[in-house]
Nanobody, 121 residues
């Protein structure tokens, strides 16, 4: 089993910054894509950003230029630096990872439990 543990959410004022972290652990042979999704009040879950093992990144248009995703492959950890936060960034942020498990190298995809980010005006 693969677990994802998130940290770093909280309450911040408009224009402020937060940094989220998510560490993957457990029965891991390799981690491929890592990503952050979010779900705002009354909204569907949406992709915020993702990053491959090689460091290729992809961002939602709404966060380009404000958020930066990065990862530490040695630690199986992904980060999301969020700057210039807006009220519309308020959401529960979920970490996602996929890859291969140890042993039979079967694929996995796992989600974190979510961390609340609240931006107040």
């Amino acid at each position: 089993q693969v677990q994802l543990v998130e940290s770093g959410g909280g309450l911040v004022q408009t224009g402020g910054s937060l940094r989220l972290a998510c560490a993957a652990s457990g029965n891991i042979f390799s981690v491929n894509t890592m990503a952050w999704f979010r779900q705002g009040p009354g909204k569907q879950r949406e992709l915020v950003a993702n990053i491959t093992t090689g460091g290729t990144t992809n961002y939602a248009d709404s966060v380009k230029g404000r958020f930066t995703i990065s990862r530490d492959n040695a630690k199986n950890t992904v980060y999301l630096q969020m700057n210039g936060l807006k009220a519309e960034d308020t959401a529960v942020y979920y970490c996602y990872a996929d890859g291969l498990r140890l042993g039979w190298r079967r694929p996995f995809n796992s989600w974190g439990q979510g961390t609340q980010v609240t931006v107040s005006s």
